[in-house]
Every structure is written in structure tokens, then in C-alpha cells.
């Protein structure tokens, strides 16, 4: 298996197991991948984290691997692939966790920033090689990117194809933080645990608005949250600890 999956109840840890080749990304890393997103929501995981074995998270396309005969449709096929993952993390209902080490780059950028929450490794390096290599992204970077660095950031990063540092990465809001080299699992496992032991409609919910959010207007954005504040008020979860609110 290239994917490893385990789940203790509550949250579901997916690791990319190609540690000898960096969990560089072939098709079947692909498929178990989607796989293991498909299971945790099966399972009923309040959140997953995801992760990679050995020296890094995932070096992006196996470069070494032989160039696949395809035709062009089945070349659109495996890139569709790729995207469902992006698309299987935010359809999942819980928040899916990046925990981020070693090299992020190309496909594994893709993968990391499709997911809620990044925390990387303070020496992880993130890059999107592909333009020098005659690649192009996919996994809805085109979009996701510049909301998240700027539009001018993100042309850079693109265009030039240089490497970032997970400390770099938190700074310019790449990633949620960075934390020293070693902990990124352990981090990332906690905030799982924390976001999953909240109520699990409004934790659903707050995820849906923020990314249908991106490809909506201000007014479909807003009638949205109205939407959604009247399911939480009908859902009872109103009845939950509410701590945060009168925190000084």
C-alpha cells in the first residue's frame, strides 16, 4: 500500500508511504489517497490528519517513474485524479490537517494547501517546480495560491519556482504555522483533536462557508451564513460550552 491509514475513533491518520522514492506521487499514491479520504468519511472520522513517512511529505510527480503512453483522454483522467483529492478534502466533513515535513513540492504543495490546516516543519520546503520542468499545476492551486499569498506572490512562486522554508511559508500565510523540526505530526494530531471535540454540525458548517466561500459573491457568501446560522440554531449544538465567548 502507498497510503497507510489508521483511526482511533475519533480522528483518522493518512500517511503517504513511498518513503524510498520521497512518497513522490505515481497513480496508485493517487488512488490510495482518494481511497483513504473516501474511508475516513466512511468511518466517520471527526478529522483527518495527513501525513508522510521517511524524509519528506511528498516530493511531488515521480519524475523517474517511465513517461506514461496515454492518450489525451486518458491523460486528462489521471490529472482529474490528482484534483479529486482536492476535491474529496473539502467535501469531507470534518477539517483534514497537513502535517508538513522535508519537501513539499509540486503535487505534495498541491496536496498540503488543499488541505484546512497546514502546519509544517520550520525547515520543510515548499516549492511548484513545474513550470521548469514543463509541467503545470493542478489540484486547484491556480486559485487556492493567490487567496492565500496574493496575487503577486503567487505569480512568483509559480513563475520561478523557488523554494520556501516552513517558517517562510507561516510568515507570508502559505501555512497555518510552523513549529520546530520533528513536531509537525504531534501538532497537527492536537489541533485534530481539539477542532473534532467541537460541535461537529457548526465545525462542518464554518468549513463549507469558507470554501464555497471562494467561488461565491458577497451576497450569495452572505446568504449563506444565514443559511447556516439557522441550522445551527436548530441543531441544538447551541447548547455547547461557550467559554470562548466571555474568554477576557
Known amino acids: 500500500m502507498s497510503v497507510d491509514y489508521t483511526y482511533d475513533g475519533t480522528v483518522a491518520q493518512l500517511h503517504l508511504a513511498r518513503p524510498e522514492r520521497l512518497n513522490a506521487v505515481v497513480p496508485a499514491l493517487t488512488d490510495a489517497l482518494a481511497a483513504g479520504l473516501r474511508r475516513a468519511e466512511a468511518d466517520g472520522a471527526r478529522a483527518v490528519v495527513l501525513a508522510g513517512r521517511g524524509r519528506a511529505f511528498c516530493a511531488g510527480h515521480d519524475l523517474k517513474e517511465p513517461e506514461p503512453v496515454e492518450t489525451v483522454l486518458e491523460t486528462r483522467a489521471r490529472l482529474e485524479a490528482i484534483q479529486d483529492v482536492t476535491r474529496l478534502v473539502r467535501r469531507f466533513p470534518g477539517p483534514v490537517v497537513a502535517a508538513v515535513h522535508g519537501y513539499a513540492l509540486g503535487a505534495g504543495a498541491e496536496f498540503a494547501l488543499a488541505c484546512d490546516v497546514v502546519v509544517a516543519a520550520e ?68 489541533l485534530a483533536r481539539r477542532v473534532a471535540a467541537r460541535p461537529p454540525l457548526s465545525v462542518s458548517l464554518a468549513k463549507q462557508v469558507l470554501d464555497l466561500g471562494l467561488d461565491a459573491t458577497i451576497e450569495e457568501a452572505m446568504a449563506r451564513e444565514v443559511d447556516h446560522a439557522v441550522l445551527t440554531s436548530l441543531s441544538g449544538e447551541g447548547e455547547a460550552p461557550r467559554e470562548e465567548f466571555v474568554r477576557g
Open 123 to 190: 525547515d520543510a520546503a515548499f516549492g511548484f517546480p513545474e513550470v521548469s520542468v514543463g509541467l503545470s499545476v493542478t489540484g486547484g492551486v491556480s486559485r487556492l495560491l493567490p487567496v492565500l499569498v496574493g496575487w503577486a506572490r503567487a505569480k512568483e512562486l509559480l513563475l520561478l519556482g523557488e523554494r520556501v522554508s516552513g517558517a517562510e511559508a507561516a510568515a507570508m500565510g502559505l501555512v497555518a504555522r510552523s513549529v520546530p523540526p520533528g513536531q509537525h505530526e504531534e501538532v497537527a494530531l492536537e
